[in-house]
């Protein structure tokens, strides 16, 4: 029996040291985005891997050249997007790794056709995270995207990645929305998705060459530039920076906006920062017809003031808060009868309605795109402001 | 045969039994629970604690008869000595069932989720093994174990709670029962179902086996009810943090759940390690299959010593990681018997069978009062 025990803790050293799914990690390309074109056969699929000779500790190691980038990206054609990642494996010297992918490009042209023909395999391959950024290239091809250098950062989809959750943080741009978010207002009965839209500025060629981050003014470079609307699963127009902050602020997925406003008749503007922004969206039924209410609260600091008011008079404090209410409403109504316009409710009103009054949705399901374009939506805002920053007095003041 | 290792506190059963009462949800239930009553789950599961009454009611009726003997020596006694035995192989063939249809679950759970390229024999052998192995030591190192992962199972439910807890989105469960309450009548039926069926396992160890025996009811109970509350917790969870949408969309909505489990925003990707609850889970359903069974045989043939006995589990064991190997054709076949044959073939017979075995216990206690 003793043999026996022995044997077998023997054979557990051996057994237990891994299993049949090791793989080393000098072994793996890790893919860092992975963008996505459309041809007549099918998918132009191409992926961006980081260079790790070039990439970790800051210092290029041994057997590397100035010459090389931080990245390759590696490119191949297939029917489906397994495949075409499986071709890659043809080129690639190292079995590529997906699990740490931060970004999907999608090109415009792709994203019109329908993003449904593609999703299955991000939401069913299990390597894959689901929380990794998605973005439309509005004027470049996906696989040029992930060829530009940036500078500050060397990883492309890092940077991109960077850039899209600093647009939303700081500057209040709704733009990083996650492949599960997107899934889920597919899947979710009475709202459409929105992507974030970059644009590329420059030339593509020239943004690919190391010359590009040699530089203290890049030529080409990658812009967080607004928002995609899709109804169902295909893209049907765009929201810009500002229209993009105020859809944001309707579905209550940011904290801080950046508010410019004017503050007198002479053209001259002043600006507030709003922290805790909260947007409330209600839905409401009288005598049959649909209504919307939004309201925005929040309260605000002033940044910058322009103009000749005495700030510290409390009832001058009053006119600056209706004054930026007034701002808001506006550019709220603004946003709203734009998203009419592209008939697509990515507010989500009659979510709205399916989850608060489901018995008139039901009578209503078949006529919502009419009803949508005619939705009576009231805006209200209530911001409050709190300080006034480290001067009580401004500029022009005297 | 004589056991020295024959003894559980009140404390490991109510573990145990909680433990069982998970496992058919991994890889099956909380799929099917999904698809079928969808956002309304959760008043499914809250009305299944009232179903539950039933089942709970029957199981301790019959464990009162002749509190001393094992499931098999009570059948004998209540039916004689052939129908008895008929009985027994009745019952081990649906622990057996039970088995081979954890084995396969979880085998497929480890292979999509984890161990990609690690063949399925693999995993099902190191599984049966050593629940094997934990069987021939008898129940109290079943129980100890149990023990051991109950308090991992409690850090992994604070864990999730306190991270999930406040993720939750209330517009998920909107709008409720728009096909009225019956839907959520009958899924409370399945709930119940696959947390009930394998609870006839713990009918294998007799009331003398028990430290602290008197609130032997108590215990079981809380396991019961402990087992069925964090269900509905998990389905609570599930809808308010995904929504029931995507969790249908997913056949482990449970492990896609923790991956967003984020401690204090610094530590995240918490998934693998939280998912070890469902393994406790089918793992204890496992090893105490395969003691019913090896008690089964135990018992039909008389088997006295100790070494049969030992190849007996173990040969059980092999041939259940066989079977499981070969249950289902694919995927959707499993998720397909989970939702629709399970409760019917199997719990409905099974409680068909206990409502039958428990008025003849009625009857035996009328004739001795008698």
Not at chain 1, 243 to 260: F, G, M, N, P, Q
Not at chain 2, 192 to 203: D, Q
Not at chain 2, 319 to 345: H, M, Q
Request: a positive charge.
């Amino acid at each position: 029996m003793k043999y026996i025990k022995f044997f077998i803790l023997t054979l557990s050293i051996l057994l237990l040291t891994g299993c049949w799914n090791y793989r080393e990690l000098e072994d793996l390309l890790i893919v860092s985005a992975l963008g996505i074109d459309s041809n007549e056969d099918g998918f132009d699929i191409s992926v961006e891997v980081i260079n790790d000779k070039m990439v970790g500790g800051g210092e290029q190691s041994s057997g590397s050249s100035s010459e090389e980038t931080p990245i390759v990206v590696y490119s191949s054609k297939a029917k489906t997007i397994r495949e075409a990642i499986d071709k890659i494996i043809l080129e690639s010297p190292k079995r590529l790794y997906l699990g740490h992918m931060n970004l999907l490009v999608i090109s415009e042209d792709i994203a019109k056709k329908g993003i449904n023909e593609f999703l299955d395999y991000f939401m069913r391959d299990t390597e894959i995270r689901k929380t990794f950024f998605t973005t439309v290239v509005k004027n470049a091809k996906a696989s040029d995207v992930l060829k530009i250098l940036q500078p500050i950062e060397n990883i492309t989809a890092v940077s991109i990645q960077s850039s899209l959750e600093i647009a939303n943080v700081y500057y209040g741009e709704f733009s990083n929305q996650t492949l599960e978010e997107i899934v889920r207002c597919l899947f979710t009965t009475g709202r459409n998705p929105t992507i974030a839209a970059t644009e590329v500025t420059g030339d593509v060629k020239k943004g690919s060459k190391n010359d590009n981050v040699s530089t203290t003014s890049p030529k080409t470079s990658i812009k967080v530039k607004g928002t995609t609307v899709f109804k169902g699963d295909k893209l049907v127009g765009y929201l810009n920076e500002k229209e993009a902050i105020y859809y944001a602020v309707v579905r209550d997925k940011i904290d801080t906006i950046s508010l410019s406003f004017p503050c007198d008749k002479k053209d001259n503007y002043a600006n507030i920062i709003i922290d805790g922004v909260k947007g409330k969206l209600k839905a409401t039924v009288d005598k049959d017809e649909p209504k919307i209410a939004i309201d925005i609260a929040g309260n605000a600091a002033i940044t910058e003031f322009n103009c000749k008011i005495d700030l510290k008079k409390p009832s001058n404090i009053k006119k600056i808060e209706e004054m930026a209410n007034k701002e808001i409403v506006k550019q709220m109504k603004k946003t709203v009868k734009k998203v009419k316009e592209l008939n697509s409710d990515i507010f989500g009103f009659e979510e709205q309605f399916y989850r608060n009054h489901y018995k008139y949705w039901k009578k209503k399901k078949d006529k919502w795109d009419e009803l949508f374009k005619d939705i009576e939506v009231k805006v209200k805002s209530d911001i409050k402001i709190e300080r006034i920053s480290s001067s009580v007095e401004t500029a022009k003041s005297r | 045969m004589e056991e020295t290792n024959d003894k559980i506190s009140g404390f490991q059963l109510s573990v145990i039994t909680h433990f069982l009462t998970g496992a058919i949800f991994v890889g099956f239930g909380i799929i099917s629970m999904f698809s079928l009553a969808g956002r309304d789950l959760w008043i499914s599961s809250i009305i299944s604690f009232i179903v539950c009454i039933i089942p709970t009611m029957l199981l301790i009726y019959y464990l009162n008869y002749n509190p001393d003997q094992n499931l098999f020596q009570k059948n004998r006694s209540l039916f004689g000595k052939w129908i008895g035995t008929i009985v027994n192989i009745i019952l081990s063939g649906y622990v057996l069932f039970m088995l081979v249809l954890v084995l396969w679950s979880s085998t497929g759970f480890a292979i999509t989720m984890y161990l990609i390229k690690t063949p399925s024999y693999f995993i099902a052998g190191i599984f049966v093994l050593v629940a094997a192995y934990a069987t021939t030591k008898g129940i109290e190192t079943i129980g100890r174990t149990s023990e051991i992962l109950a308090y991992l199972t409690i850090i992994i439910l604070i864990i999730n709670i306190i991270s999930l807890g406040t993720q939750i989105n209330l517009d998920f469960f909107k709008p409720v029962l728009i096909n009225g309450i019956t839907p959520p009548i009958r899924h409370s039926l399945h709930f119940t179902s696959y947390l009930f069926t394998p609870l006839i396992m713990i009918a294998v160890i007799p009331k003398k086996n028990i430290v602290q025996n008197k609130k032997y009811k108590r215990y079981l109970i809380a396991g019961i009810y402990v087992g069925h509350f964090i269900m509905a917790l998990t389905f609570t969870l599930i809808t308010g943090v995904i929504s029931s949408e995507i969790a249908s969309f997913y056949r482990f909505p449970a492990y896609y759940v923790q991956r967003k489990v984020s401690i204090g925003g610094a530590i995240n990707n918490l998934e693998n390690f939280l998912s070890l609850y469902w393994f406790f889970n089918t793992f204890l359903l496992i090893t105490m299959a395969i003691y019913f069974l090896s008690k089964f045989f135990e018992d039909l043939f008389k088997i006295k010593s100790k070494k049969i006995n030992s190849i007996t589990t173990y040969g059980i064991s092999i041939i259940a990681g066989y079977l499981s190997l070969n249950l289902f054709k694919n995927t959707v076949d499993s998720i397909e018997f989970a939702k629709k044959s399970f409760p019917v073939f199997i719990s409905t017979t099974l409680l068909g069978l206990m409502i039958i075995i428990n008025i003849a216990v009625f009857i035996k206690k009328r004739k001795k009062k008698a």
